[in-house]
């Protein structure tokens, strides 16, 4: 509604004036793979501000961070580049990614590449709405020595994952992208053992892509 956006405006004032204008650049991943990304009209803006009207899912924050990540390996810049902020007015909360500097977003997102290059193999179970639900209750996850999930997190993440939901009203697990009863991870998993796959997936990436995340993102409100 008029004011729901009139309050999310109010929100973005705290930060800027209004959102930040953007352009659409390429840019070059591989010899052979050429990304189109959205980064500030202005290249001297050292903040850039989104305002969304959807709701922060954990989700959403996961595709926030890689346009964080994008556009700080865009600019190519030095060590002053850990200072820009990349702030996303949501809905219910705002975000705050900041920190990282080019040269550790390139180091960050060669591991996405690499999770992308492995998914056109075969399936990788490793739901963002699931890995980052924590951070929906501004909790962050424990990690082992080894850079695992330790068993506390694992167990609460493992739980929802094989969760029915059958008593709760809210959402249904097959709507519910962090279980494995939603319709495209059942589709997806058909006759293999999803809760074994998510074990293996995060043992072998979730500290690498997730962890970074809750190190640099902030979330206010």
Same mark, same amino acid.
């Given at each position: 509604? #008029?004011?729901?956006?009139?309050?999310?405006?109010?929100?973005?004032?705290?930060?800027?004036?209004?959102?930040?204008?953007?352009?659409? #650049?390429?840019? *070059?991943?591989?010899?052979?793979?050429?990304?189109?990304?959205?980064?500030? @009209?202005?290249?001297?803006?050292?903040?850039?501000?989104?305002?969304?009207?959807?709701?922060? /899912?954990?989700?959403?924050?996961?595709?926030?961070?890689?346009?964080?990540?994008?556009?700080?390996?865009?600019?190519?810049?030095?060590?002053? =580049?850990?200072?820009?902020?990349?702030?996303?007015?949501? =809905?219910? /909360?705002?975000?705050?990614?900041?920190?990282?500097?080019?040269?550790?977003? *390139?180091?960050?997102?060669?591991?996405?590449?690499?999770?992308?290059?492995?998914?056109?193999?075969?399936?990788?179970?490793?739901?963002?709405?699931? +890995?980052?639900?924590?951070?929906?209750?501004? @909790?962050?996850?424990?990690?082992?020595?080894?850079? =695992?999930?330790?068993?506390?997190?694992? #167990?609460?993440?493992? @739980?929802?994952?094989?969760?029915? /939901?059958?008593?709760?009203?809210?959402?249904?697990?097959?709507?519910?992208?962090?279980? @494995?009863?939603?319709?495209?991870?059942?589709?997806?998993?058909?006759? /293999?053992?999803?809760?074994?796959?998510?074990?293996?997936? *995060?043992?072998?990436?979730?500290?690498? +892509?997730?962890?970074?995340?809750?190190?640099?993102?902030?979330?206010?409100?």
């Amino acid at each position: 509604s #008029q004011q729901e956006y009139l309050t999310l405006l109010e929100r973005l004032h705290t930060y800027a004036d209004k959102p930040t204008e953007t352009t659409q #650049q390429t840019l *070059c991943i591989s010899e052979y793979v050429y990304l189109r990304i959205t980064v500030p @009209k202005q290249a001297s803006e050292t903040q850039w501000v989104v305002l969304r009207l959807s709701s922060s /899912q954990p989700e959403r924050r996961a595709q926030e961070w890689l346009n964080y990540l994008l556009w700080l390996q865009y600019l190519d810049l030095d060590e002053q =580049s850990q200072d820009y902020r990349y702030i996303v007015v949501f =809905s219910d /909360q705002t975000m705050i990614y900041e920190g990282v500097s080019s040269a550790k977003a *390139c180091t960050l997102l060669k591991d996405w590449w690499a999770l992308w290059q492995q998914a056109m193999v075969t399936p990788i179970v490793l739901p963002a709405q699931l +890995l980052l639900s924590l951070s929906k209750k501004n @909790k962050q996850p424990e990690w082992t020595e080894e850079k =695992s999930l330790d068993k506390k997190t694992w #167990q609460t993440l493992s @739980k929802h994952w094989n969760d029915p /939901q059958k008593h709760n009203k809210a959402i249904s697990a097959d709507e519910d992208k962090a279980s @494995k009863y939603h319709q495209e991870w059942q589709f997806i998993l058909q006759e /293999q053992d999803a809760n074994a796959l998510l074990e293996k997936h *995060c043992r072998e990436w979730a500290y690498r +892509l997730y962890a970074p995340i809750y190190e640099h993102l902030n979330t206010i409100g």
